[in-house]
């Protein structure tokens, strides 16, 4: 089972909608989860971190996590046509030593029609 | 202020040949990543440095590759005898301290093209 997994998509959403990005982990142990953004051709770019259950928002953007689900999703409210990039889910296995390696799922492509 | 650069943007070698990749962090920071992204995936560990050395070397698939920091700012990935297999985009990342819970800034790459 890959360490961390989420739907390719691509997920289509018109503009103004509500986009839902999701990914799951397999490793318990993961403590820290980001969400990077990729537009085609560049590097990503960290646009949310969440290290504890529950909520935090930060703009448009809102991201979750259940740990006991092993289960973290992004929410972008109000979708801009500029948000249309690849979002990259990654996790940190804190437990272990390895504290610093990003693990990272394969993203899933969000293209928002005007 | 400076993002983390990378030089070249672009590197086109033929199989057998030697290259050099090179890394400039976000001035401050200890602590450095390289990753290696193929198309349609995320990018995936080769190699964390804190300071010079090399913490964590893990990730790099086999002895033709290796990396220094000999003065813990600018880092070099060296890959020998390149395969085909070897093309890929490689980012570079820097973080102040290497905490679990410090953002990883990625340079705009370096993509490695092997004929």
């Known amino acids: 089972q890959k360490e961390v997994e989420q739907n390719s998509g691509p997920l289509s959403v018109p503009e103004g909608a509500i986009a839902s990005l999701n990914c799951t982990y397999s490793?318990?142990?993961?403590?820290?989860f980001f969400w990077y953004r990729q537009y085609s051709g560049k590097s990503p770019e960290l646009i949310m971190s969440?290290?504890?259950?529950g909520d935090k928002e930060d703009g448009r953007f809102t991201a979750q996590l259940n740990k006991a689900s092993q289960y973290v999703s992004l929410l972008i409210r109000d979708s801009q046509p500029s948000d249309s990039a690849t979002y990259l889910c990654a996790v940190i296995l804190v437990m272990g030593g390895s504290n610093y390696k990003l693990t990272f799922g394969k993203g899933t492509l969000l293209t928002v029609n005007p | 202020g400076a993002g983390v650069s990378q030089t070249p943007s672009n590197k086109v070698t033929e199989k057998g040949k030697y290259v050099e990749l090179r890394c400039d962090p976000i001035s401050g920071h200890t602590a450095l990543y390289w990753y290696r992204q193929s198309l349609g995936q995320g990018p995936e560990f080769l190699i964390y440095f804190q300071g010079t050395g090399a913490a964590d070397d893990s990730g790099l698939p086999n002895d033709r590759f290796f990396a220094v920091r000999p003065e813990g700012s600018v880092s070099t990935l060296k890959i020998q005898r390149t395969e085909r297999g070897d093309s890929a985009v490689y980012l570079c990342?820097?973080?102040?301290?290497?905490?679990?819970?410090?953002?990883?800034?990625f340079g705009p790459g370096t993509r490695l093209t092997v004929l």
């Open positions: 990342a820097s973080s102040l301290e290497g905490k679990s819970t410090d953002t990883q800034y």
């Open positions: 490793d318990r142990g993961s403590q820290s």
């Open positions: 969440i290290y504890s259950n």
